[in-house]
């Protein structure tokens, strides 16, 4: 059966860098691209860019360009997403999501999420 | 980007029937599909709508989907509530153009 694995919370200081990895087994790895989607405390969530793991090609969401890292290990079938620069409005908890097969904008299962907590 | 409002929250008896409106401010509802998240507490979302209208497998037929130009708007329709079905729900949509995914702010349901 798909799963998807998430790292452990997180505490960062203003200004560090936190980067969350999404074990992935069930499937062919490199066959599927994967979102990753945050949510911050009380509101809805808000995508911030896709990953194809099979070439590593990413593309990232306009508010996160030049902040937001996005890899993947395939020797582990691992994904992980940097995020640069934090500040109090980086509190959230961050999600991957497998995006559906040959659709951008359909999902089909997602990790168990990452609370990242961003705090002096 | 477009905005994708909702109401903050809805409520309804069992049995009782609750729809939920997402209404997109710019570019018609028909130009992308819309899909439907539920989400529990301390729990990721999950699809019970997706591409206006379609099921998941294991979503109940209680769920369904909807969108009306004339409004702009898409709804989602739940029909003989139960108390589990309290949860925030969060319509969805896409920028093709711009490669992004648009959410609403999610409406909460209460059955009471």
């Known amino acids: 059966q798909v799963q998807l694995v998430q790292s452990g919370a997180e505490v960062q200081k203003p200004g560090a860098s936190v980067k969350i990895s999404c074990k992935a087994s069930g499937y062919t790895f490199t066959n599927f691209y994967m979102h990753w989607v945050r949510q911050a405390p009380g509101q809805g969530p808000e995508w911030m860019g896709i990953i194809n793991p099979h070439d590593e090609r990413a593309t990232s969401a306009q508010q996160f360009q030049g902040r937001l890292t996005l890899t993947r290990d395939t020797s582990t079938s691992t994904l992980y997403m940097e995020l640069s620069s934090l500040t109090s409005e980086d509190t959230a908890v961050y999600y991957c999501?497998?995006?559906?097969?040959?659709?951008?904008?359909?999902?089909?299962?997602w990790g168990q999420g990452t609370l990242v907590a961003v705090s002096s | 980007n477009f905005l994708l409002t909702q109401p903050h929250s809805v409520s309804g008896s069992p049995g009782k029937t609750v729809s939920i409106s997402c209404t997109r401010n710019?570019?018609?509802?028909?130009?992308?599909?819309v899909q439907w998240y539920q989400q529990r507490p301390a729990s990721a979302p999950t699809t019970v709508i997706y591409e206006d209208t379609q099921r998941p497998s294991g979503v109940p037929d209680r769920f369904s989907g909807s969108i009306d130009t004339s409004s702009n708007s898409a709804s989602l329709t739940i029909s003989g509530l139960k108390t589990e079905d309290e949860a925030t729900y969060y319509c969805h949509s896409y920028d093709s153009a711009n490669l992004n995914w648009v959410f609403g702010g999610g409406t909460r349901l209460t059955v009471l």
């Open positions: 710019s570019g018609s509802i028909a130009s992308t599909y």
């Open positions: 999501a497998r995006s559906v097969s040959g659709s951008f904008y359909l999902s089909d299962f």
